[in-house]
């Protein structure tokens, strides 16, 4: 049996750090927001973190709220284990929990304390993070939540997790509840 780990949260949260470590024990990365970025490139729009957003939710209003999971699930046919990160809907959960003959789907939540959070953004200092705790702040609020099923609905997402892990430690605490995780499996 291989896996489909699918990685939801929050900003910063430490997604990537989870993914890195997955890549690690030989998974396979997949992103949804790499789907989203080839979208602005195409388009010929700035990688911003308000731009993800605007695509994505262009994308769920024409293909529907899954359609950034249904556009991923070709790659994961090969045999073996696989990451999907960036996950903002739970319609893309919806759409990657779909019977697969080889493969279990997983979904885990991170999280960390929202000071955290915004350090580790201003370390990373990724294109398009924000810049100041009042624009990371409304950024968090344009995720949250939503009544349109098309536009990301992290909440609503978060609940359909398997697995919750708080990243507000360091990085041994996160390897040693990641590998607690991976050894259930």
Known sequence: ??????????????????????VKRDFRYHSLSDTLREELNQQKMDESRD???LIGNQLRSQG???????LMIKNLATSENHIVDSIRNPYEVKSLRRDYPKHKFILISIDAKPKIRFERLLNRGRKGDSN??????EQ??????????????????????????DNSGNLIDLENNLRLIINSL
């Open 1 to 22: 049996m291989y896996y489909i780990i699918g990685l939801t949260g929050r900003n910063a949260a430490g997604k990537g750090t989870i993914a890195d470590l997955l």
């Open 51 to 53: 731009n993800l957003i």
């Open 64 to 70: 529907g709220p899954g359609v950034l999971a249904d």
């Open 132 to 137: 100041s705790w009042e624009q990371f702040i």
């Open 140 to 165: 968090e609020k344009l995720e949250e939540i939503s009544d349109d099923p098309n536009k990301q609905q992290l909440f609503n997402t978060i609940k359909e997790a398997d697995y919750n892990l």
